[in-house]
Nanobody, 115 residues
Framework: QVQLVESGGGLVQPGGSLRLSCAAS????????MGWYRQAPGKQRELVAH???????NYADSVKGRFTISRDNAKNTVYLQMNSLKPEDTAVYYC?????????WGQGTQVTVSS
């Protein structure tokens, strides 16, 4: 059983930056693909960024060039660096770990972009 704990959310002004972290325990972290989804009120859940066990990444078009996903296998942690934040980035951000057909989820962290 994999447990995921997100941190780093908060309130930031438009144009600002935040770094989200997701610490994993209970599994062999390096074997899992990791990623981030987000969900804003009244909207569907959206895949934000994904990183494979080998380090390949992909991003939603809406965040390309602004967000960067990375992983530190020594720390069992995946990061989401978010720059040039926009009000439309406001959402609860959820970390996941994936291996085969099984997904594990964190509890979510709120990101609010507002002046």
């Amino acid at each position: 059983q994999v447990q995921l704990v997100e941190s780093g959310g908060g309130l930031v002004q438009p144009g600002g930056s935040l770094r989200l972290s997701c610490a994993a325990s209970g599994g062999i972290f390096s074997l899992y693909a990791m990623g981030w989804y987000r969900q804003a009120p009244g909207k569907q859940r959206e895949l934000v960024a994904h990183i494979t066990s080998g380090g390949s990444t992909n991003y939603a078009d809406s965040v390309k060039g602004r967000f960067t996903i990375s992983r530190d296998n020594a720390k069992n942690t995946v990061y989401l660096q978010m720059n040039s934040l926009k009000p439309e980035d406001t959402a609860v951000y959820y970390c996941y770990a994936r291996r085969g057909a099984r997904d594990y989820w964190g509890q979510g962290t709120q990101v609010t972009v507002s002046s």
